[in-house]
């Protein structure tokens, strides 16, 4: 069984050492000659995951042309998918494309699902997502995703070729359920490294995760997602997960807004784009999300931390379940 993974960041990585330990015939492209080089020549990848060795079976590359397995994972930040496919569709045409990013496009208002399938490349789309951080997926914790795919035969086969003896994929058809929990989450995670980075205690984050998690599923569902998906692991598992852990980048991200510390603008902060792209939607289609919208302005710097908990702590008395 072969696939290549597409992207050598931390998780893209993570992903191709788990599978060719798992006995898969493994491609992993990147798009930097010398980082490739580094990785052949160390058979590692400090540079994202150090300490993490690469397996003999895992082929690393900067030539897209020696990516000819029919299974892609597309490992690419959220906000690059898009311009990738559209200057490399001919090389993607006809593969089935497992989506592994999270986040909603800026230009588009699109997740990752949405976006490969417009590309009309034809194959199957699908995404990879859920409660996951990189270096425990390459030391072989075990770890359980979801896969999405809307068609559950294709994703049945996906299943089986993405599932390791540590790596427990569970299948899904709702792909934009799952692809909006992943991207959500991430907003939700910034803000609760808001509120621990401005030390407002443990109870404060419990409940912004709940009342988060509560515009999570309401903006799904209002875009046509179904809710139980958002209640599985591609949702609420991956809630838990980062905001809970300062191993989450948007976890830290939020801390440093919290705290008014600096943040190295070279790393990626997938909620970060995603928190903007989600305040457009919410006033567009008007829902409320007063979580994500404060999260899109503390970004911006158009609040300070403590007027925008005033802000929330101040909104009108409500029943908790409509």
């Known amino acids: 069984m072969t696939v290549a993974v597409l992207g050598a960041g931390a998780f893209g990585t993570a992903l191709a050492v788990a599978l060719a330990l798992g006995g898969r015939r ?31 079976g895992l082929v690393v590359t900067a030539d897209l042309s020696r990516v000819t397995a029919p299974t892609i994972l597309l ?3 959220m906000q690059q998918t ?13 593969r089935d494309l497992v989506a ?20 009309n490349l034809g194959g199957s789309v699908a995404i990879l997502t859920g409660p996951s951080f990189a270096a425990d997926i390459a030391r072989g914790l075990p770890t359980a995703l979801t896969l999405a795919c809307g068609d559950d035969a294709v994703g049945a086969r996906l299943q089986d070729l993405l599932s390791t003896a540590t790596l427990r994929l ?3 058809d709702d792909t934009l359920g799952a692809e909006l929990g992943g991207a959500l989450k991430n907003v939700i995670a910034i803000a609760s490294g808001v509120v621990m980075g401005a030390a407002l205690g443990h109870s404060a984050r419990a409940a912004l995760m709940t009342r988060g998690f509560a515009e999570m599923v309401r903006l ?31 976890f830290r991200y939020g801390q440093a807004l919290g705290s008014g510390a600096d943040w190295d603008s070279r790393i990626t902060v997938e909620g970060a784009a995603t928190a903007q792209a989600v305040a457009r939607l919410a006033a567009e289609r008007g829902i409320d999300m007063p979580v994500c919208t404060m999260v899109a302005a503390l970004i911006d710097r158009r609040i300070a931390v403590e007027d925008a908990v005033s802000a929330l702590m101040a909104r009108p008395l409500k029943k908790e379940i409509p």
């Open 170 to 172: 569970y299948r899904s």
């Open 75 to 77: 490992a690419l930040p």
């Open 82 to 94: 898009g311009s990738f496919v559209a200057a490399h569709d001919a090389g993607l045409r006809g």
């Open 26 to 56: 493994v491609t992993l492209w990147a798009r930097d000659p010398v980082h490739v080089a580094e990785m052949q020549a160390t058979r590692r990848n400090d540079r994202r995951l150090p300490g993490v060795a690469l397996p003999d």
């Open 220 to 250: 799904a569902t209002a875009l046509g997602a179904r809710a139980d998906t958002l209640m599985g692991l591609s949702g609420f598992g991956d809630l838990v997960l980062t905001c809970t852990s300062d191993q989450s980048r948007n």
């Open 100 to 119: 592994c990013a999270k986040g909603i496009d800026l230009s588009t208002l699109q997740g990752p699902v949405a976006e490969l399938s417009a590309a």
